[in-house]
């Protein structure tokens, strides 16, 4: 009876575990879903702009970005001197902004701000999956409204974004005066994030940093799913390369308060082999649509390459010298910042020579293609005539003469 009673215990908690497991694939099912149909609605019917004009504007919100990247590898951390971060600081159009704002309000204004925008973007995706679960998609304003917030916090300002979430964090790897133990305590507080009670404040906050880095992930990864470039033509680019560049830009935002465990040579060796990995990952995908597009992107993905190798030569330099700072190293740092420009032009000639290459291997298999072609109809004609199935004034065509397949096994083009 014992044994029994034991057997149909296990049953009845075999049961239970096999309903609660199907439960639960049904709610990530639902979830997938529903993420899926949100961005669906997003991409789907969207018109892109490929005037002169529009290319500017792609052009120039292209450096913003970048720009971000840059300012965000430029960390003291590193070893980068405060002259050349303030350099580089300025060249950036969002870090203005947020100078401005800070010298005319507290600091911490841009991370109620970004929080703000953060938790907007979140609840307008939750309204849109309901939607779609209702099947009430003829509402159109929270679609635009989704499709702007994407398009601003996830992709161009996602570096300065992340980094206004971080404020209450950030003094552990910079000074900061406008930190929150020195609001809360005073001017020369230490930096205590975890302490009572700043932790009140940095876990909500962290959390919410932690969903925002998942739903950017997650929109750019569905939105490449449901348009690839193959099924829509007139699409500006395929969002293959940019996941990465987002991961990327995860990667620099992040490592940099993991540099006191790792060491500053770790952190920056781990980004520029990543930096290297998405330059080639663009030049061999080429994902946009326009040459000169492509260039561009390129001369800024090795930009980006050439700063991630500035912030590990000279972490080398400054633990080489007992983690003292040279008096020459500002010098060195200068030559880095002059060879940024000239880093654009290698990235955007190397680039066009890629899409140079591809074009002429695509020109050779044409060609291949309708050497084979005409070969086809001659031997179709032939054989009629051969049957006579063709009257005997027939002149036949000159056999078509090709090395054509030799050449199309030879050729290895590219995956697009």
Known sequence: GGLKGAQGAAVVSNSGQGVGQTASSSTMTRIKDVLFGVVYIMTEGLAYDTTKLAERKVYFLLFVDVLQVLRAMSSAVYGWTAETKQVVSFSDIVFIFSYLVST???RYTLYILAMFLVLIAIVVTWYV????????????????????????????????????????????????????SASIHGEGAP?????????????????????????????????????????????????RVEVMFLAFKIACTLLVY??????????????MFFAIAVFRQHVLVLPFHNPTTNNVRGGIMCMVVW?????????????????????????????FVAFLPPSFIVGYVITSLQQASVTRTIELLKGDWEAARAQSEYDTVHDHVSNGNHSSGFQSMPRAKSDGWAR???LQVPKR
Request: with cysteine; hydrophobic share 55%; charged share 10%.
């Open 104 to 106: 005319a309000v507290p």
């Open 129 to 180: 999956g309901k939607l779609f679960e209702s099947g009430a998609i003829n509402k159109l304003w929270p679609v635009k409204l989704l499709r702007f917030m994407v398009a601003s916090i996830v992709t161009i300002y996602f570096s300065s974004v992340i980094k206004w979430m971080l404020i209450p964090i950030d003094c552990l790897v910079e000074s900061s005066p406008g930190s929150f």
């Open 191 to 239: 930096c205590t994030p975890f302490a009572m009670p700043e932790v009140l404040i940095t876990v909500p906050t962290l959390f919410l940093a932690a969903v925002y880095i998942i739903f950017s992930l997650v929109v750019s990864f569905l939105a490449i799913e449901i348009n690839p470039l193959s099924q829509q033509p007139r699409a500006l680019f395929t969002g």
């Open 258 to 271: 993991l540099a006191q465990y790792l060491t500053p040579i770790t952190i920056t060796a781990i980004l």
């Open 307 to 335: 700063w991630s190798i500035a912030s590990f030569s000279i972490s080398v330099i400054i633990t080489a010298s007992g983690n003292v700072s040279p008096d020459w190293l500002q010098n060195v740092q200068w030559v």
């Open 408 to 410: 199309v096994r030879a």
